[in-house]
């Protein structure tokens, strides 16, 4: 699961780093419960063995604060006083508990530049027209154990109720330069196929609630119907609370420039989930992605490969 060379450190734009190859897991929630959401912040905790000793954010506070000295909000304080359990997260708890938008993030305050960064984001967004949706997100480095994140997906699949969820390869990108950012993933994601693109507001945003795209691992809510047909490299197991789908033994990186360098088990994953598959992204940042329709054809990549080449 070696990375290509050009893929192995940060990318750097006018001195600045940019961007990072890394791993993730991503898992999209119509509906997020209190219970879900502390069960997604321990098996971060368990992932990562740093987490207690790095830092927090949450809504209620501007600056990222240590978890090992955490500066609690009133009802934080309540909870710690009455030797409540992880006072931090009670004002996530309430938010959740009254239908309102929440964030929470654990981070180890390495920067991306540095090679083993690992963080945890929960957020809920409240739409007007679509209600609350929710997500978390665990972003690793590149060089983590696939048989973690497997492992992590599969017990998630089994313990909390998602809609959908995909894991491998992302484009880790600097937040203040966003725009450069995208305009160099654009270049790097005509060659790396399999490499996902984040976009989190836009696709909890979707009006059809719908799956961005297949990963190396793909998760199925079980509210959301498909058939589950034999397919070559592509092994599929049922959890409580939907369907996981594995390409292969490791995630790739999709590199058109080598011969079957793209697995030919993500192109018939795709046309296999088609019809929960999103078919009209918001159109991603940088001046490339807004053109020609270029954030739909590659959301659409495996399905009209012949639109992205």
């Not at 897991?25 to 959401?37: I, K, P």
């Not at 690992?118 to 007007?128: A, D, N, T, V």
């Not at 809510?221 to 609370?241: L, P, Q, T």
Request: with cysteine.
């Amino acid at each position: 699961m070696t990375l290509p060379q050009r893929l192995q450190g940060p990318i750097v734009i006018d001195n600045i780093a940019v961007l990072r190859v890394k791993l993730d897991l991503t898992v999209y929630f119509s509906t997020l419960d209190v219970e879900t959401f502390e069960n997604l912040v321990r098996m971060y905790a368990q992932l990562e063995e740093g987490a207690s000793d790095g830092l927090y954010k949450i809504a209620e506070k501007e600056e990222w604060l240590p978890v090992a000295r955490p500066e609690l909000t009133a009802s934080g304080r309540q909870v710690a006083q009455n030797g409540g359990p992880s006072p931090i997260l009670e004002p996530v708890r309430r938010r959740i508990t009254s239908d309102r938008a929440f964030e929470f993030r654990l981070w180890d305050g390495k920067e991306i530049d540095e090679e083993y960064s690992w963080s945890f984001s929960s957020h809920s967004i409240k739409f007007r027209n679509l209600g609350s949706r929710a997500y978390a997100r665990f972003l690793m480095p590149a060089k983590t154990n696939p048989d973690l994140v497997s492992q992590l997906a599969f017990r998630i699949a089994d313990t909390c109720p998602f809609s959908f969820f995909h894991a491998g390869f992302t484009f880790s990108y600097y937040p203040w330069e966003k725009d450069q950012a995208f305009d160099e993933i654009f270049r790097l994601s005509r060659r790396f196929w399999c490499i996902d693109i984040e976009d989190i507001a836009g696709t909890l945003a979707l009006e059809n609630f719908s799956l961005k795209t297949i990963g190396w691992l793909t998760g199925v809510g079980n509210d959301f119907c498909v058939s589950s047909k034999s397919i070559e490299d592509v092994s599929y197991s049922a959890a409580r609370f939907g369907t996981v789908y594995r390409v292969g033994e490791a995630p790739s990186v999709g590199d058109v420039n080598r011969p079957n360098g793209i697995p030919a088990a993500y192109f018939c994953l795709a046309q296999s989930l088609e019809s929960i598959l999103c078919d009209d992204h918001p159109e991603f940042d940088g001046s490339y992605f807004g053109a020609e329709d270029n954030t739909n054809r590659w959301i659409k990549r495996f399905i009209e490969p012949e639109r992205w080449r």
